[in-house]
């Protein structure tokens, strides 16, 4: 079971469960959107017709935007250089519902997310003699701190490469 619609001068095959990112929508996240312009619906395999009196409806997301996508102009010899970029708005529609001939297809619902675990918090000393001991241990070194030999730095190099001479350029004719 699927629907050709089209939506911001697009059009898209979507089924019941579908999450379909499509042009920017003016609703906010959680409404329910009905998409009226349908093209073709099919309500079995190999079976397409008209989309008239067809309904699909779903759910909003998310809206957020797309990745950049850089435009470049070049026209060579001419010293002509442009580069644009662009990020194209989108709404996130999972689709609940198509609805046609007196037949409702519905999407299955979503699982519920699990809320997040509280963070833990750190766990008070229960004796003042455990408090103490705590306050006096002492600090264990972390890994990797040895500290390395300077390497010398490239100015110094090339100072020394300059002194020796190198090449025809430095002897002398003779």
Do not use: C
């Not at 329910?32 to 619906?41: S, W, Y």
């Not at 797309?66 to 001419?78: T, Y």
């Not at 006096?136 to 020394?160: C, D, H, L, S």
């Amino acid at each position: 079971m699927y629907a050709v619609i089209r939506s911001g001068g697009k059009q898209y095959r979507v089924a019941p469960g579908d999450i379909v990112k499509i042009e920017k929508l003016p609703a906010k996240d959680g409404e329910t959107v009905e998409f009226k312009d349908v093209l073709a619906v099919s309500g079995e395999e190999g079976k397409i017709g008209p989309g008239a009196d067809v309904l699909v409806s779903g759910q909003v997301m998310e809206s957020g935007r797309n990745d950049k996508i850089l435009v470049f102009h070049f026209k060579r010899k001419k010293q002509y250089k442009k580069i644009l970029g662009h990020r194209q708005h989108y709404t996130a529609v999972r689709i609940t519902e198509i609805a046609f001939d007196g037949q409702r297809f519905t999407a299955p619902e979503l699982p519920q997310r699990k809320p997040k675990a509280a963070p833990k918090t750190a766990v008070e000393p229960e004796t003042e003699a455990d408090a103490g001991a705590e306050q006096t241990a002492p600090k264990a070194k972390a890994a990797g701190t040895k500290k390395t030999a300077k390497k010398p730095a490239r100015k110094a190099q090339a100072k020394k490469a300059a002194k020796k001479g190198s090449g025809s350029k430095n002897k002398k004719k003779r």
